[in-house]
């Protein structure tokens, strides 16, 4: 299995509601990051959190590190059409591995109005 | 400020065609990424450019691939020949050198790539 996996992955909620995205990953890491990608656009960065951070705000967004459970969450409160999207975890290793991204699957949220 | 293009946006080509692309990072930016999307796949890293240094190459699948940036500025992917296997969406994502893993990487649009 790949490192930084997402569950669910596919998500369907109404406008309003809140979304909960999970993220899982095997090796140690120095952070994690979440991303989105609209339709046939590129990805745009979100949220970085830290190994030694274990929860961060942006806006709607709050994410929170476990690093004993090797997990993530993204989770978007009252969620718009305009969230839909699909939502990447990517990790970047710690121990001077470099600083490329290792992504999982994805979620694909859909947001109905 | 112009982000990252990237030419095509869309290339089909048949097996054992040659096809390039090419990225443009952000102006100023020394680090320069390849990452690719094959159907079904996860994302996964390609190569990393500092300036026109391969960083890592550790993700190129075989030597049917060549990256090349010269001058540190724009870079070009080049598949030759290319495989039905090679069929996916190829990212560009550049980041300034600050040599901290925490540079966000700003990535273009995509070529999106179909070998028939």
């Known amino acids: 299995s790949q490192q930084g996996e997402e569950d669910p992955q596919a998500l369907s909620i109404q406008e309003g509601e809140n979304a909960t995205m999970n993220c899982s990953y095997k090796?140690?890491?120095?952070?994690l990051q979440w991303y989105r990608q609209n339709s046939g656009r590129g990805l745009v960065h979100l949220i970085l959190?830290?190994?030694?951070?274990r929860e961060k705000h942006s806006g709607r967004l709050r994410v929170t590190l476990d690093t004993s459970k090797k997990s993530s969450s993204l989770l978007i409160t009252a969620s718009r059409a305009a969230d839909t999207a699909s939502y990447f975890c990517a990790t970047v290793r710690g121990n001077n591995a470099g600083n490329m991204l290792t992504f999982g699957g994805g979620t694909r949220l859909m947001v109905k109005p | 400020e112009a982000g990252v293009t990237q030419f095509p946006s869309h290339s089909v080509i048949e097996k054992g065609q040659t096809v390039t692309l090419r990225c443009d990072p952000i102006?100023?930016?020394?680090?320069l990424y390849w990452y690719r999307r094959v159907m079904g796949k996860e994302i996964k890293f390609l190569l990393h450019?500092?300036?026109?240094?391969?960083?890592?190459e550790s993700g190129m699948p075989n030597n049917r691939f060549l990256a090349e940036r010269t001058g540190g500025t724009y870079s070009t992917l080049k598949v030759q020949p290319a495989e039905l296997e090679d069929s996916g969406v190829y990212f560009c994502?550049?980041?300034?050198?600050?040599?901290?893993?925490?540079?966000?990487?700003?990535f273009g649009p995509g070529t999106r790539l179909t070998v028939l």
């Open positions: 994502a550049s980041s300034p050198w600050t040599g901290g893993a925490t540079d966000t990487q700003y």
């Open positions: 959190i830290r190994s030694n951070e």
């Open positions: 450019f500092v300036k026109e240094s391969k960083q890592d």
């Open positions: 090796t140690s890491i120095n952070n």
């Open positions: 102006s100023g930016h020394d680090n």
